[in-house]
């Protein structure tokens, strides 16, 4: 599982059932463990990224409510009383242990945008610079359904992918994968070491998770799947003992540990296919399909079968065969309504239909990420 000497940077995640207790107030033990733990490993030499679920359950317990809210204003509202809150926690126990908590808010679109996108990135390397410990959370109350993570799950392995970590840590209130929900079968049994996420697999995730967090099991395989695909091994642990990270880091069997996979893309790539919402899509025939996936070229304008959707210049769009299945993500050179005034075009005759304003190649194989 890899030794201490090879992690220097860790991204852990810690979800609502790990942060409060069953009524709705800060598990101020467990919080204590945590933040001296990530501050130790820090003192120590590994870097510590905390995502951090509970901002919605602790604005519940202070409003003296007793449900999440329904709607998503409603939540909206319970995250902006609560981060606050949160974080004031976080920062006077980081002050305890002679450290300092910076308090990050992100949405997808943020990690959608190459630019803020990178302005994320060099924020947060300039903390860990300055030893600063990263707090960082879903930006609940901006946030729409569409742009949301939905779970602090899948956002803790785009910021792992963000920072090139070495590898990220979910606590839950389960102590890792099993073949069955352990809640109501007796006879299920951890899974420790997962080498690939298979089909059988995710059907085995099934939904399992508490009334006050959002993800259940199915969310954490997602998460597995987004960092151990960018060459990030992902370990599902308890949160009951947040010390179990000082094992988790030194190698020991704990959890359910997913393997890195072999490829590892550039961060840019990682980015292009995970952090970004797509806003329309090009259809290509079997020729561009064979270059972009076998030979890693561009997409060239005569590859362009069709056009589907409204984006501009820069947006994000799939990349679809005739078939119907998305085989990469990429930036468009050009607007929707260009693409279709030049598709099935030689590259040589697009400049005469665009006034001379154009570029060689739709969307450049830089800009492209495969999503198979």
Not at 10 to 35: A, F, W
Not at 105 to 119: A, I, Q
Not at 138 to 151: A, C, K, L, Q, Y
């Amino acid at each position: 599982m890899g030794t201490h000497n090879h992690i220097r940077r860790i991204v852990v995640k810690v979800g609502t059932s790990t942060l409060i207790h069953d009524n709705g107030k800060p598990n101020l033990r467990r919080i204590n463990q945590l933040v001296e733990t990530l501050v130790d490993l820090s003192n120590y030499g590994v870097e510590c990224i905390l995502v951090s679920s509970g901002a919605i359950g602790i604005g519940m317990s202070h409003l003296r409510l007793a449900h999440r809210g329904k709607t998503l204003s409603e939540k909206q509202a319970l995250a902006a009383v609560g981060q606050g809150l949160l974080m004031h926690i976080y920062e006077r126990k980081f002050s305890e242990f002679g450290a300092t908590a910076a308090q990050i808010l992100l949405t997808r679109d943020d990690l959608s945008d190459r630019r803020r996108f990178l302005n994320a990135r060099n924020t947060i390397h300039e903390l860990l610079k300055l030893d600063v410990v990263p707090v960082i959370n879903e930006n609940d109350t901006v946030s729409v359904d569409e742009i949301r993570f939905g779970d602090n799950d899948s956002l803790a392995a785009l910021v792992a992918i963000l920072i090139d970590a070495d590898l990220t840590i979910l606590l839950t209130d389960v102590d890792g994968l099993y073949t069955d929900n352990p809640s109501l079968n007796p006879a299920a049994e951890k899974i420790e070491r997962v080498p690939e996420i298979t089909a059988e697999l995710e059907k085995i995730a099934g939904t399992a998770g508490s009334y006050v967090g959002t993800g259940g099991m199915k969310t954490k395989i997602e998460a597995a799947r987004i960092a151990t695909s960018a060459g990030i091994p992902l370990v599902i642990a308890s949160g009951k003992t947040p010390k179990i990270v000082y094992d988790i880091v030194h190698g020991k069997s704990v959890g359910t540990y997913f393997d890195a996979q072999p490829v590892t893309p550039h961060s840019r790539k990682s980015w292009i296919i995970y952090g970004a919402r797509a806003l329309g899509a090009v259809v290509v025939d079997e020729g561009a399909v064979s270059a972009i996936v076998d030979r890693g070229k561009s997409l060239l304008p005569a590859g362009i079968l069709a056009v589907q959707g409204t984006f501009d210049q820069g947006d994000m769009v799939d990349i679809v065969s005739s078939h119907g299945k998305i085989i990469a993500k990429g930036i468009s050179n050009y607007a929707a309504s260009d693409i279709e005034r030049i598709k099935g075009l030689q590259t040589s005759q697009v400049d005469k239909v665009l006034d001379g304003h154009s570029y060689d190649v739709v969307i450049h194989r830089d800009n492209m990420g495969l999503t198979h």
